[in-house]
């Protein structure tokens, strides 16, 4: 079945670094959504992409959908504290038996130093 | 809308003992997912219903667990008999249409089986 990898799993940056986690499907996508979950919260919904290439910005953060729609990543640039959390890529299934199927990548963890 | 609602919040129950978690998705949402979070597995669909009607229970982890959604406001998952390694955060989530569309995710259930 999809396969859904993020790295990396963990990440600790101080104040004011950027940020970047990383999305790969096993299989072509039909689109991927971003979800971020404050600790001991439950998961949100950022955004979603769906066309080859593209990018959507949404304040520091930039969201890009690789031009074959096997990956994508998000990035924060100039990170704060109110963005620790753990961050999870969620792929939609492009074909076969589990044809629009969302599958969750395992996360990755964000702590911020202040 | 008071969004997706699960409880209990938090359940603790010693091992061989039967667990009901409960939710209620966002009136008018056709689709509605469980979902297990743990450490070491992350986020894993469990099972998912469109329209009252179970599609894709190949999350579920054995016979030991069961779900139903008798109607449109309201869905269980049931385990029994419980194990200690059945602790984990049970999250329960709903969506409009397909299944790509952005989910909705309750607050969830902390479940330790001592």
């Known amino acids: 079945g999809q396969q859904v990898m993020q790295i990396p799993q963990y990440q600790h940056v101080q104040e004011g670094e950027d940020f970047t986690t990383y999305c790969n499907s096993s299989?072509?996508?039909?689109?991927i959504q971003w979800y971020k979950q404050r600790p001991g919260g439950h998961p949100v919904f950022l955004i979603q992409?769906?066309?080859?290439?593209e990018v959507k910005k949404q304040k520091r953060l930039t969201f890009q959908f690789g031009e074959a729609k096997k990956n994508s990543s998000l990035h924060i640039t100039a990170t704060q504290t109110t963005d620790v959390g753990t961050y999870f890529c969620?792929?939609?299934?492009?074909?076969?038996?589990?044809?629009?199927?969302?599958?969750f990548g395992q996360g990755t963890i964000l702590t911020v130093h202040p | 809308d008071a969004g997706v609602i699960q409880s209990p919040r938090h359940e603790v129950t010693e091992m061989g003992q039967e667990v009901t978690l409960r939710c209620k998705p966002i009136?008018?949402?056709?689709?509605l997912f469980w979902y297990r979070q743990t450490m070491m597995r992350g986020l894993e669909l469990l099972i998912y219903?469109?329209?009252?009607?179970?599609?894709?229970d190949s999350g579920m982890p054995e016979d030991r667990f069961s779900a139903k959604m008798p109607n449109a406001s309201f869905s269980t998952l049931k385990i029994q008999p419980s194990e200690p390694r059945d602790s984990a955060v049970y999250f329960c989530?709903?969506?409009?249409?397909?299944?790509?569309?952005?989910?909705?995710f309750g607050p969830g259930t902390r479940l330790t089986v001592l």
């Open positions: 989530a709903s969506s409009l249409g397909r299944t790509t569309d952005t989910q909705y």
């Open positions: 299989t072509t996508l039909s689109n």
């Open positions: 992409l769906v066309k080859s290439g």
């Open positions: 969620a792929g939609g299934n492009a074909g076969g038996t589990s044809y629009g199927k969302l599958t």
């Open positions: 009136s008018g949402h056709d689709y």
């Open positions: 219903f469109n329209n009252n009607v179970p599609i894709d």
